[in-house]
Each structure stands twice: as structure tokens, then as C-alpha cells.
């Protein structure tokens, strides 16, 4: 990441990158840019994967996303009206640039009220762990409900940097754990009383195992979870993104929404547990809420921003 993060700095004081915000409101603590290609100095950025959040010598805090592998160089000229042309994968741009906006929510706002507004994502993320697992090691239904719920826990750490939990949050997420999955709130609290503390996804491998007591997860680790998950995903760096889902809840909401949002993705894993999971409209409500923090952001409310955005 230095030469990555050198070439960046680099491009604020002797480039342009500063003006380059796709039509994301740059008022707020952290400035939006995107890599487009479209400035000289940008070819001596090495391409990167995920949002990068820094700040510069003077201070100015930057989340930097990389667009190039979505746009052609020489179509985009830096406008608006340009995009619908210059996207090679207009279904990558979408998700790329959402997953940009997500962070900048994750990063400037209130975390928890990103975490009631899309906890559609959050029934997911229990249901997704809990399907790989049951279906690779052959584990009943039993089994099943517990990983689910060790793994709601889990997802609901990682919205907090704190080490210990007190009473008060601990009955909160057990209150929406049961919500999310429909089960009984003595399991619920029996499990949530075995969990460690959450220090990333070597958690969510202990808390399995803890709450389970199963023999067939002896063998459960980073190497093969990571090797389970690889297939539920696909596009552009597919195997990289759904990796960094598993720490990163504004990344797994930005893969929930693209899996609802767009046809590409109807036969991943993904989607189809978001089909299975979807009761009374709670999908149409995640991408409605999801659509809002969308909209918030753009700075003009024109057809192609909109478009852009995800909202037409």
C-alpha cells in the first residue's frame, strides 16, 4: 500500500485528483476521488482493489476509489454526460462506486443507524455463513440456526470498536438476532454467552466453534473458509471483495444490494439467500434505504446523476 499511497499523494499536489468526484458531494470531513485515467498523472497510480481512506501532508482526509478498470480513457472527458459511453461495465461501475459512497457513510456518519437502515444485510450475512458451512460439512438444522446466529453476533461486532460490550448492547443485538432469524431468545442468549471478543474474522471462526461444539469444525479455519466463500461471489476482483465482506460491512451491504440490484448476479449465492431470506418486503426496503444514501450524496439531481447513482 506505501507506493500506492505515495503515487496518491503524490497526484493531490502535482495532479488534478482533488476534482475528480463523480458528482459525490465533497463537503463533508472525508473527500471523495476517483482514479478515471483522465489525468497524466493518474497512469502512475497502480491500480488498487478497495476505497482507500488517508490523509494528506496538510491534514485533508481523502477516501480514494479506483474507477479505470470501468472506464475508457479516451471516452471520458470528465462530464457526466460522458459516463454512459465511457463505462466498459456499467454493472462494475455501479458497484464500485456505491461501495465508495457506502464507506464514506461507514466512515462520516452514525454507524448504527447504516446498520438499522440496511439490516436486511445483516440477516444475510448469518444465513450465508451458515449455508456454506451446513452444506460443506453436512450439518443439521440444529447446527445450522447456531452458526447463523454466532454469526449475527459477529456481524454485528464489527459496527463497534470496542473490546467489551455492555449489557445494555449485548440485549440489542440479541433482540435483533432473534428478529433477523426467527429463533428463540433463550438459544439466543445461551449462545451470545459463549462468544469471544471480536477481533476480525478469526472471531467468527472461534465463535463457531465455541457455540456449535461440533467435531466436524475441528478442522474449521481461515484457509478454508476463505476457500468456501470464494464461489458465492463473482466479478471483477470477486474473490478479493467478498474476502474483505467478511470484515467490512460496508462492503457486504454493497455486494447485498448489487446481488438485489442487478441481473448479473441472480445466480450467485448471494442472491439466492437474499430471495430465500426476503419476508414481507424487507429486500424492497433495503434497496429503497440503500437508493436514499445513494441520492444523498450526489451533488446534482439530473437524469445521468441519478443514473450514475443507481436510482433510474
Known amino acids: 500500500m506505501s507506493k500506492i499511497r505515495e503515487a496518491l499523494e503524490e497526484s493531490v499536489i502535482t495532479g488534478n485528483l482533488l476534482s475528480s468526484s463523480l458528482d459525490l458531494r465533497t463537503d463533508g470531513l472525508i473527500r471523495p476521488v476517483f482514479i478515471t485515467a483522465l489525468e497524466d498523472s493518474d497512469d502512475k497510480i497502480p491500480l488498487f482493489s478497495h476505497p482507500y481512506y488517508f490523509k494528506t501532508h496538510d491534514g485533508t482526509e481523502i477516501l480514494a476509489t479506483d474507477m479505470r478498470l470501468y472506464l475508457k480513457k479516451k471516452v471520458f472527458d470528465g462530464t457526466l454526460t460522458s459516463l454512459p459511453k465511457a463505462m466498459t461495465s456499467e454493472v462494475e461501475y455501479q458497484f464500485t462506486r456505491s461501495r465508495a459512497i457506502l464507506n464514506l457513510e461507514w466512515l462520516e456518519g452514525d454507524v448504527d443507524v447504516l446498520?438499522?437502515?440496511?439490516?436486511?444485510?445483516?440477516?444475510?450475512?448469518g444465513r450465508w455463513i451458515a449455508d456454506i458451512l451446513s452444506k460443506a460439512y453436512s450439518l443439521d438444522g440444529r447446527d445450522q440456526i447456531i452458526i447463523a446466529i454466532a454469526s449475527t453476533y459477529y456481524y454485528q461486532a464489527l459496527f463497534t470498536d470496542d473490546e467489551q460490550y455492555d449489557e445494555d448492547t449485548i440485549h440489542k443485538w440479541s433482540i435483533h438476532t432473534a428478529k433477523v432469524t426467527?429463533?428463540?431468545?433463550?438459544?439466543i442468549k445461551s449462545i451470545f454467552s459463549k462468544m469471544p471478543k471480536i477481533l476480525g474474522v478469526y472471531s467468527l471462526i472461534e465463535a463457531i466453534k465455541l457455540s456449535t461444539d461440533n467435531i466436524r469444525l475441528k478442522d474449521l479455519n481461515i484457509v478454508v473458509l476463505l476457500t468456501l466463500i470464494k464461489n458465492t461471489w463473482y466479478g471483477v476482483n470477486s474473490?478479493?471483495?467478498i474476502t474483505v465482506a467478511l470484515e467490512h460491512p460496508p462492503t457486504w451491504m454493497s455486494v447485498v444490494h448489487a446481488a438485489m440490484q442487478e441481473k448479473t448476479f441472480r445466480s450467485s449465492m448471494v442472491y439466492k439467500i437474499a430471495e430465500r431470506v426476503n419476508k414481507r418486503g424487507s429486500a424492497n426496503e433495503y434497496l429503497n434505504q440503500f437508493h436514499k444514501i445513494l441520492y444523498e450524496y450526489s451533488i446534482t439531481k439530473t437524469h445521468v446523476a441519478l443514473a450514475s447513482a443507481g436510482l433510474l
Open 115 to 125: 446498520k438499522l437502515n440496511l439490516s436486511f444485510a445483516t440477516s444475510l450475512f
Open 182 to 187: 426467527n429463533t428463540d431468545p433463550k438459544l
Open 239 to 241: 474473490k478479493d471483495i
